[in-house]
């Protein structure tokens, strides 16, 4: 930047903080019951925490009872302290306090917070929000208004997050013709460009079942109810601002903002506006996008600019997810690039009104100087504030400026609680240029400094990091998961088409059996379908008989010597470059499983990445088991624990996570030394047959892992019972795997081997929706948990437990959430579940619904027809402990709801199955989470999230009772199941002499 142009923007916020010297945000002033709590919540980290939580939950205490507890939990003892006396003051101001009943405390506390939020609400209703804007504009301030309510998790919501667009601009239009335009106006509009009423809207909530997996679905599920409000709008002579949310919406949110810019309808009308964020590093690509595209198509638009409300949580989710920080990380970073990009903008001002929204006043002066160099003229930007803060801010800028458009959002205080929290945390950030200027008094320089300049000191006083892992064992990088399914990337989501397309051109093809390094064709097949269309067979699969089994196990006691005796790490690299291998062709591996599975899109990725996952870990821990361990310290002896592979291992694995089990259960035999023939499942033999071209490539050698598909348990049991094998590694039903150990466990003639089974089994997991339950979030996990991929997973939610008080709201809305879901092939990412994988699950899942019909109250059945095998989706209500319903594994789309009459009551039903795999709370009660973690006994507890999708190294997986035996798998107890430890023991002592090691015991 140039010098002159810098010291300009820094006199100009000079005036612009002396115009207002003295005057401070209502939220900063101490004389109140919310100055006083901010401030208290900025000197104490662990009280703002409990704060904002406390705020977040607070509108779902609707009793006396309910609050006091909470805010018991919440705020007496811990690490916040005793129940602060600045969160107390109210009630003691109005006489509350002191002896008297904490109900009454409660109730002060929460008339208090209702009183924050109100602060920056323009209404509760309609009504309200309509005479209020009127207020507003009386002060001579332009208004947008928007609706609260950002979550929608059914059409129905989406429904009325439109209507309710469609009410309040009803009402505004009543009122428009008493405003009068503010400046020179001319045909009615503010300033001479802008008009008078203008609406700013969240594009998710028009269309519930948004995500970026189904892009154009999205695009235009989002289009179909934005139109009939910018039809309003245009009707109104007014103007929409779509507003961004979270990244994975960005694309979609461009999108659709072009389509609607440019819609014949719409396309001479100019008033539609888009917010691009600074904090993101690509805003400068896409601006630069949009600009050209604007020009091209000849359509003038509007741009906000912000910095960006979700940083915390893009940088938090990337992390999660394993991806790259779509963020700037360090604050002054932002404030550049808001710097850059609004001078982009103005040099295009006369395609381009730009809206600059900043509380920030050396952004604010940054934007005026720069439109002052560049000449652009006044009605081709303005100031934008939100409702209820930084109110010095807006009353300089109004001086100053003339021309500043207030943020109203207006609705109810439930989903005003959650806009009072991103507000609250955005005030009192520490990176907060509000906090900085109004609560800490930092020195007007340094809040004018230019960020440049302001980054370099910063980068000097804590340079970054260094990026690289420290080496762990062996060399070996610390072991990180792949990441997951990002459909943000468009080459991602055209990449999957493409991938299922090419698996159709190849329909048909022969599968051989592999033994021994060779491809071996038998006479007997059988066809594996695509679920979606059982006509269409993807490939006909050579079948094993026993004579092909006795091959495959001759073929791996005859590798076994030589695996053996390979070091570990060199077993170890052989998975390594299986991983990298599988990385490679992940969207290939992923579509095989879309079509002969019928996984979704998304789901299928993650499990390649899963299986990716297993064969990073187990490499790591092979190692890490590698080295032998000393036992003792006593001198003159020499005791080495160390490991060796057990044998043959027969790996038996199911279809509903063909690609990872089938690989987690293989690469932990391998990778430990033994030798494996590998049975899949005949519903996915195809994906299956991806791990012989894995391994190939990866330098297996021949004989250490036989592919042996066969039919069903004729050539399992055989398998299982041969006294070749000496390790079961399955899973599969509860049926199944008990059958297993008891066969197992009978010595065959010839045999040489207790045989050690590992078997992961069925569940009946319950998730809990406690009586303060985010339901939002609820809702979502437990439909995502009973529905994904269709039920099948031995993970997935089958009983949702509600506290007695949340039972009403909760069933509505999920109800009408599931009834949202679309339904039919995978291959389209519209649809949120598909068919079950064959005619005999269809066949279970129908008669289970019939059962339904009888054990409980149906609330919802969706019956699904098609060549495909489509299995009812079922909302069975009314269903107890002692019901077969509660009790049984279905392994499809049927989701029982149980009414229990306290937390107490849910945790005694969630454990009062044989199973024990996976479950889940939703609570916002410390207490009940905490109870939770001792008492709800699965294997596999998640608390306030779904309960599937578990990770390797991060929730190692797998459950006890009837849910199976063994250790979890992607956990550091798992490889020693395929191994046998042996002892050495040495005396060093030889007449009497005797070497003293370093390690050894000190003879004092
Ligand atoms: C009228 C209006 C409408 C808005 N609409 C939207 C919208 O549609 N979508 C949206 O996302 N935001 C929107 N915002 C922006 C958002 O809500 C915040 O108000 C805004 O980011 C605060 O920026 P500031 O310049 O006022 O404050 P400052 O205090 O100068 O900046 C704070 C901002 O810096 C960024 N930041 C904080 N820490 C870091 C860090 N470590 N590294 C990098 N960057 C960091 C964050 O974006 C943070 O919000 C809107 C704001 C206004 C005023």
């Given at each position: 930047?140039?010098?002159?142009?810098?010291e300009?923007?820094?006199?100009?916020?000079?005036?612009?903080?002396?115009?207002?010297?003295?005057?401070?945000?209502?939220?900063?002033?101490?004389?109140?019951?919310?100055?006083?709590?901010?401030?208290?919540?900025?000197?104490?980290?662990?009280?703002k925490?409990?704060?904002?939580?406390?705020?977040?939950?607070?509108?779902?205490?609707?009793?006396?009872?309910?609050?006091?507890?909470?805010?018991?939990?919440?705020?007496?003892?811990?690490?916040?302290g005793?129940?602060?006396?600045?969160?107390?003051?109210?009630?003691?101001?109005?006489?509350?306090f002191?002896?008297?009943?904490?109900?009454?405390?409660?109730?002060?506390?929460?008339?208090?917070?209702?009183?924050m939020?109100?602060?920056?609400?323009?209404?509760?209703?309609?009504?309200?929000?309509?005479?209020?804007?009127?207020?507003?504009?009386?002060?001579?301030?332009?208004?947008?208004v928007?609706?609260?309510?950002?979550?929608?998790?059914?059409?129905?919501?989406?429904?009325?997050?439109?209507?309710?667009?469609?009410?309040?601009?009803?009402?505004?239009?009543?009122?428009?013709?008493?405003?009068?335009?503010?400046?020179?106006?001319?045909?009615?509009?503010?300033?001479?460009?802008?008009?008078?009423?203008?609406?700013?809207?969240?594009?998710?909530?028009?269309?519930?079942?948004?995500?970026?997996?189904?892009?154009?679905?999205?695009v235009?599920?989002?289009?179909?109810?934005?139109?009939?409000?910018?039809?309003?709008?245009?009707?109104?002579?007014?103007?929409?601002?779509?507003?961004?949310?979270?990244?994975?919406?960005?694309?979609?949110?461009?999108?659709?903002?072009?389509?609607l810019?440019?819609?014949?309808?719409?396309?001479?009308?100019?008033h539609?506006?888009?917010?691009?964020?600074?904090?993101?590093?690509?805003?400068?690509?896409?601006?630069?996008?949009?600009?050209s595209?604007?020009?091209?198509?000849?359509?003038?638009?509007?741009?906000r600019?912000?910095?960006?409300?979700?940083?915390?949580s893009?940088?938090?989710?990337?992390?999660?997810?394993?991806?790259?920080?779509?963020?700037?990380?360090?604050?002054?970073?932002?404030?550049?690039?808001?710097?850059?990009l609004?001078?982009?903008?103005?040099?295009?001002?006369d395609?381009?009104?730009?809206?600059?929204?900043?509380?920030?006043?050396?952004?604010?002066?940054?934007?005026?100087?720069t439109?002052a160099?560049?000449?652009?003229?006044?009605?081709?930007?303005?100031?934008?504030?939100?409702?209820?803060?930084?109110?010095?801010?807006?009353?300089?800028?109004?001086?100053?400026?003339?021309?500043?458009?207030?943020?109203c959002?207006?609705?109810?205080?439930?989903?005003?609680?959650?806009?009072?929290?991103?507000?609250?945390?955005?005030?009192?950030?520490n990176?907060?240029?509000?906090?900085?200027?109004?609560?800490?008094?930092?020195?007007?320089?340094?809040?004018?400094?230019?960020?440049?300049?302001?980054?370099?000191?910063?980068?000097?006083?804590?340079?970054?990091?260094?990026?690289?892992?420290?080496?762990?064992?062996?060399?070996?990088?610390?072991?990180?998961?792949e990441?997951?399914?990002?459909?943000?990337?468009?080459e991602?989501?055209?990449?999957?088409?493409?991938?299922?397309?090419?698996?159709?051109?190849?329909?048909?093809?022969?599968?051989?059996?592999?033994?021994?390094?060779?491809?071996?064709?038998?006479?007997?097949?059988?066809?594996?379908?695509?679920?979606?269309?059982p006509?269409?067979?993807?490939?006909?699969?050579?079948?094993?008989?026993?004579?092909?089994?006795?091959?495959?196990?001759?073929?791996?006691?005859?590798?076994?010597?030589?695996?053996?005796?390979?070091?570990?790490?060199?077993?170890?690299?052989?998975?390594?470059?299986?991983?990298?291998?599988?990385?490679?062709?992940?969207?290939?591996?992923?579509?095989?499983?879309?079509?002969?599975?019928?996984?979704?899109?998304?789901?299928?990725?993650?499990?390649?990445?899963?299986?990716?996952d297993?064969?990073?870990?187990?490499?790591?821990?092979?190692?890490?088991?590698?080295?032998?361990?000393?036992?003792?310290?006593?001198?003159?002896?020499?005791?080495?624990?160390?490991?060796?592979?057990?044998?043959v291992c027969?790996?038996?694995?199911?279809?509903?996570?063909?690609?990872a089990?089938?690989?987690g259960?293989?690469?932990?035999?391998?990778?430990?030394?033994?030798?494996?023939?590998?049975?899949?499942?005949?519903?996915?033999?195809?994906?299956?047959?991806?791990?012989?071209?894995?391994?190939?490539?990866?330098?297996?050698?021949?004989?250490?892992?036989?592919?042996?598909?066969?039919?069903?348990?004729?050539?399992?049991?055989?398998?299982?019972?041969?006294?070749?094998?000496?390790?079961?590694?399955?899973?599969?039903?509860?049926?199944?795997?008990?059958?297993?150990?008891?066969?197992?466990?009978?010595?065959?003639?010839?045999?040489?081997?207790?045989?050690?089974?590992?078997?992961?089994?069925?569940?009946k997991?319950?998730?809990?929706?406690?009586d303060?339950?985010?339901?939002?979030?609820?809702?979502?996990?437990?439909?995502?948990?009973?529905?994904?991929?269709?039920?099948?997973?031995?993970?997935?939610?089958?009983?949702?437990?509600?506290?007695?008080?949340?039972?009403?709201?909760?069933?509505?809305?999920?109800?009408?959430?599931?009834?949202?879901?679309?339904?039919?092939?995978a291959?389209?990412?519209?649809?949120?579940?598909?068919?079950?994988?064959?005619?005999a699950?269809?066949?279970?899942?129908?008669?289970?619904?019939?059962?339904?019909?009888?054990?409980?109250?149906?609330?919802?059945?969706?019956?699904?027809?098609?060549?495909?095998?489509?299995?009812?989706?079922?909302?069975?209500?009314?269903?107890?402990?002692?019901?077969?319903?509660?009790?049984?594994?279905?392994f499809?789309p049927?989701?029982?709801?149980?009414?229990?009459?306290?937390?107490?009551?849910?945790?005694?039903?969630?454990?009062?199955?044989?199973?024990?795999?996976?479950?889940?709370?939703y609570?916002?009660?410390?207490?009940?989470?905490?109870?939770?973690?001792?008492?709800?006994?699965?294997?596999?507890?998640?608390?306030?999230?779904?309960?599937?999708?578990?990770?390797?190294?991060?929730?190692?997986?797998?459950?006890?009772?009837?849910?199976g035996?063994?250790?979890k798998?992607?956990?550091?107890?798992?490889?020693?199941?395929?191994m046998?430890?042996?002892?050495?023991?040495?005396?060093?002592?030889?007449?009497?002499?005797?070497?003293?090691?370093?390690?050894?015991?000190?003879?004092?």
């Amino acid at each position: 930047m140039n010098p002159q142009l810098d010291e300009a923007i820094r006199q100009r916020g000079k005036a612009f903080f002396a115009s207002i010297r003295g005057e401070s945000p209502s939220i900063f002033n101490k004389g109140f019951w919310t100055g006083k709590v901010m401030d208290w919540a900025m000197q104490n980290e662990a009280f703002k925490v409990q704060l904002f939580r406390f705020v977040d939950v607070l509108p779902y205490l609707t009793t006396g009872d309910n609050l006091s507890r909470h805010i018991e939990e919440y705020f007496a003892g811990g690490e916040a302290g005793d129940i602060p006396a600045v969160l107390k003051w109210g009630a003691e101001k109005s006489g509350l306090f002191g002896g008297v009943a904490a109900k009454l405390m409660g109730k002060a506390i929460r008339s208090n917070i209702e009183g924050m939020a109100r602060q920056f609400i323009v209404g509760e209703t309609t009504r309200e929000a309509v005479k209020n804007l009127g207020k507003i504009r009386k002060d001579g301030f332009a208004f947008t208004v928007d609706l609260l309510g950002e979550a929608t998790v059914s059409e129905g919501e989406s429904d009325a997050y439109r209507d309710g667009y469609l009410e309040v601009l009803a009402a505004i239009e009543a009122e428009q013709a008493h405003w009068k335009p503010f400046g020179a106006g001319t045909d009615d509009l503010d300033w001479g460009s802008a008009p008078r009423v203008n609406a700013s809207i969240k594009p998710s909530a028009l269309y519930s079942q948004a995500r970026p997996m189904d892009f154009e679905g999205s695009v235009e599920g989002i289009l179909a109810r934005m139109r009939p409000v910018y039809r309003k709008i245009m009707a109104m002579g007014g103007a929409l601002c779509i507003d961004m949310e979270q990244l994975k919406y960005k694309a979609i949110t461009i999108e659709l903002f072009k389509r609607l810019r440019a819609d014949p309808e719409f396309r001479d009308y100019p008033h539609l506006s888009i917010v691009l964020q600074a904090y993101l590093r690509e805003t400068e690509h896409d601006l630069r996008e949009l600009i050209s595209w604007g020009r091209a198509e000849g359509l003038p638009f509007g741009l906000r600019l912000v910095k960006g409300a979700y940083w915390d949580s893009e940088t938090v989710v990337a992390k999660q997810m394993g991806w790259p920080t779509p963020t700037w990380t360090r604050k002054p970073e932002s404030d550049m690039a808001h710097e850059k990009l609004a001078r982009l903008i103005l040099e295009n001002s006369d395609l381009v009104y730009f809206q600059c929204a900043s509380h920030n006043i050396r952004t604010i002066a940054n934007v005026m100087e720069t439109a002052a160099e560049l000449g652009v003229p006044d009605n081709r930007f303005e100031f934008q504030a939100l409702y209820g803060m930084a109110e010095p801010v807006r009353k300089g800028l109004l001086k100053v400026a003339g021309r500043v458009r207030l943020y109203c959002p207006y609705g109810e205080l439930l989903p005003g609680m959650a806009y009072l929290v991103r507000r609250l945390l955005e005030n009192t950030a520490n990176e907060s240029f509000l906090r900085q200027s109004f609560a800490e008094g930092a020195a007007e320089d340094l809040l004018l400094e230019n960020p440049a300049a302001t980054l370099a000191r910063e980068l000097a006083a804590h340079p970054p990091r260094p990026k690289a892992e420290p080496a762990t064992l062996d060399g070996l990088t610390a072991f990180r998961d792949e990441p997951l399914a990002d459909f943000t990337i468009a080459e991602l989501r055209t990449a999957f088409p493409a991938a299922i397309a090419a698996l159709h051109h190849k329909a048909g093809q022969t599968l051989p059996l592999v033994i021994g390094g060779q491809a071996l064709e038998t006479a007997d097949r059988l066809p594996t379908v695509n679920p979606a269309d059982p006509t269409e067979i993807l490939a006909q699969v050579c079948q094993a008989g026993m004579a092909e089994v006795n091959q495959a196990l001759a073929a791996a006691e005859a590798a076994f010597a030589d695996w053996r005796d390979k070091t570990p790490r060199q077993r170890a690299d052989v998975l390594l470059k299986a991983a990298a291998i599988a990385r490679r062709d992940i969207v290939a591996l992923a579509a095989t499983q879309v079509l002969e599975v019928g996984k979704q899109w998304d789901q299928a990725y993650n499990d390649v990445g899963e299986a990716i996952d297993f064969l990073e870990y187990y490499a790591r821990e092979a190692v890490r088991l590698g080295t032998p361990r000393r036992m003792g310290r006593e001198p003159g002896e020499k005791n080495h624990l160390f490991y060796e592979p057990k044998g043959v291992c027969a790996v038996i694995a199911p279809w509903n996570f063909p690609l990872a089990i089938a690989c987690g259960m293989t690469a932990a035999a391998i990778v430990t030394g033994n030798t494996v023939v590998f049975k899949p499942s005949g519903l996915a033999a195809l994906v299956g047959y991806g791990l012989v071209t894995i391994f190939q490539e990866a330098g297996l050698p021949a004989g250490v892992f036989n592919f042996c598909p066969g039919r069903g348990s004729v050539i399992g049991d055989y398998l299982i019972e041969h006294p070749a094998v000496s390790t079961i590694a399955f899973t599969g039903s509860m049926e199944v795997g008990l059958r297993i150990q008891e066969k197992a466990a009978k010595v065959h003639p010839g045999q040489r081997y207790c045989k050690r089974v590992i078997a992961e089994m069925g569940g009946k997991n319950a998730l809990i929706i406690d009586d303060d339950a985010d339901l939002d979030e609820a809702i979502i996990g437990v439909v995502y948990s009973a529905f994904g991929f269709q039920g099948q997973k031995c993970s997935a939610c089958s009983r949702v437990i509600v506290v007695d008080a949340m039972y009403e709201r909760f069933v509505a809305r999920l109800t009408e959430a599931c009834a949202s879901l679309a339904i039919g092939p995978a291959e389209d990412p519209t649809n949120a579940m598909g068919p079950v994988v064959d005619a005999a699950g269809q066949a279970k899942v129908r008669e289970y619904a019939a059962l339904a019909r009888q054990e409980g109250d149906v609330l919802l059945e969706r019956q699904i027809e098609g060549p495909g095998f489509y299995a009812p989706l079922v909302v069975v209500a009314g269903i107890r402990p002692e019901h077969r319903l509660a009790q049984e594994e279905v392994f499809g789309p049927i989701l029982s709801v149980m009414r229990a009459a306290s937390f107490d009551e849910a945790i005694a039903w969630a454990n009062s199955t044989p199973f024990a795999l996976t479950g889940g709370v939703y609570s916002r009660s410390p207490k009940h989470l905490d109870k939770a973690r001792r008492e709800f006994r699965v294997g596999n507890l998640y608390l306030n999230r779904n309960c599937v999708g578990a990770m390797v190294g991060r929730q190692p997986f797998g459950g006890s009772k009837m849910s199976g035996v063994g250790s979890k798998s992607g956990g550091p107890d798992y490889l020693l199941q395929f191994m046998e430890p042996r002892v050495v023991t040495e005396n060093t002592i030889r007449r009497g002499f005797t070497p003293i090691d370093a390690d050894d015991e000190w003879v004092e």
